[in-house]
């Protein structure tokens, strides 16, 4: 007796959709999403749909209809709650285009709760688009299989990040110019967690010694190597992840 396929079938697309589901019966997908299912994936009548809403989880999906520029969506069942997500921050300095894109996809990837670009004085970047860097941590969520979005900040000076830091949450400092051994430091400090990360040119001496100001601050080191800012970011977030997340 042939065993009888999974369904939703693994390789289903899987798709965010920006309102609650939990009372959705069916829905009407257009615009981009609809032309990737239609003309990219093919979808026909019948076909599976993975969905979340960052909301209430993750839901199967059959596509009753296909329009040429929207298709008609059945809900079936409930698949998953959203997932619990690792309570750390990623608060890092603007750095040129496509590699802060890259790093708000890679620390979706790796299971951050919240991403704050930080206004620090050697930023060469002045201005974020939020709606892109939240574009790319939606694709991120959707390929990871994640079912919660970190949540994304406007863009916040650093005085007044520091200013209003929760005291409860631990802030660990990246600083080139030394600091304690992040395992050490991840051993000695648990709890509610932000790593913050400066821009290409780092941190002026003013900016430096107000971080290390802050109660919360724990100032880290990520080896004897001057990494670039996405690597840094991205190296931490594993290293905290593997120490103190859900890996
Ligand atoms: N302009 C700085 C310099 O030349 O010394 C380098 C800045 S680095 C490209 C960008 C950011 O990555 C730094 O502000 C820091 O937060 C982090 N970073 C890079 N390498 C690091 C290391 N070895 N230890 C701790 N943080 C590091």
Redesign the pocket.
Known sequence: MPATPAWPPLSAPRLFVDSDLSATASLTIDGAQAHYLINVMRVKAGDAIKLFDDISGEYAARVVATGRRDLSLAIESKLRPREPVPDLWLCA?PIKRARYDSMAEKACELGVARFVPVATARAVVDKIKPERLRARMIEAAEQCERTALPALDDLTKLDALLTGWPAARILFF????G?ANFADALAAHSGPAAI????????TDEENAAIRACSAAVP??????????E??AIASIAVWMAHAGDW
């Open positions: 300095a990246a600083d080139e110019r600091g913050l990360i400066g821009p290409e040119g780092g941190f880290i080191s990520l080896g004897p190597r001057i990494l670039r800012a690597t840094a």
